[in-house]
């Protein structure tokens, strides 16, 4: 079991880690983008996934690690039952969500733009 306080320490161990609001929670963030949200009245935090690790991680420990519902389940976002979680799983959830948002997003290909030329 990881309490709230231990699931914060841990969290802003990370490098560049910082605290915020977010609604009703607290958001964790690195160069300004959210890694992981807590609720502390329930006990629960979030994580930011890419969709393979989220079906790694809720496959291999279903009771720490479920799926959002809904949109943001669909890009990662997991949620972590920290009353069934250990510091392991949280380490490893929050160092692999504070890497996914610090990773240079791949570039898009720019479309081109045709060029009208006089004949």
């Known amino acids: 079991m990881i309490t709230v306080a231990a699931f914060r320490k841990l969290a802003l ?9 977010h609604f009703e ?7 300004g983008k959210i890694f992981a949200t807590l609720n ?10 890419l969709p393979e690790q989220q079906e790694v991680m809720t496959t291999a420990e279903p009771d720490i690690f479920q799926r959002v519902p809904n949109y943001w389940g669909n890009k990662g976002w997991t949620r972590m039952h920290l009353k069934k979680a250990d ?8 160092r692999t969500a504070s890497a996914n948002v610090m990773a240079p997003k791949p570039q898009r290909p720019r479309k081109k733009t045709a060029v009208k030329r006089d004949a």
Request: charged share 20%; aromatic share 2%.
């Open 13 to 21: 161990a990370l490098p560049n880690a910082s605290e915020g609001p």
């Open 25 to 31: 929670n607290t958001a964790f963030l690195v160069k």
């Open 40 to 49: 502390e009245s329930v006990g629960r935090a979030v994580v930011k996934l």
């Open 87 to 94: 510091k392991r799983a949280v380490q490893s959830a929050l």
